[in-house]
């Protein structure tokens, strides 16, 4: 959940469903430093100090064809060291844009997700 006392119409929580809830957690957490707290083994909570979702675990994954997610860093070339030595597979090399730059990565579930950096 989104911090603040005005979370009206503003996105309130985000849920991946995904295989490995472990495998999840170590992605996310050595790439990006995400805490975690676990609700029994088929649901687990996550924080990137700022914004909450989960990891529900599923048999089944669908993890094309939804909306982009697009995280912020600071330090675009350092993010990208941590995505793959924590087994994520850059799949858009950074590029730049109107803004700034960005790159996309695929998470060892199969999702693609993008950070941007205004720098």
Known sequence: MVDGTNQDKKINYIE???RDISRAKDFYGTAFGWTF???GPVYCEFSDGNLKG???H???VNSSGGALIILFADDLADIVERVKKAGGEISKEIFEFPGG????FIDPEGYEL???SDK
């Open 58 to 60: 599923s048999d089944t």
């Open 16 to 18: 991946f469903k995904v």
């Open 54 to 56: 989960g990891f529900a």
């Open 101 to 104: 730059k960005r790159f996309h």
């Open 114 to 116: 993008a950070v941007w």
């Open 37 to 39: 707290i676990d609700y």
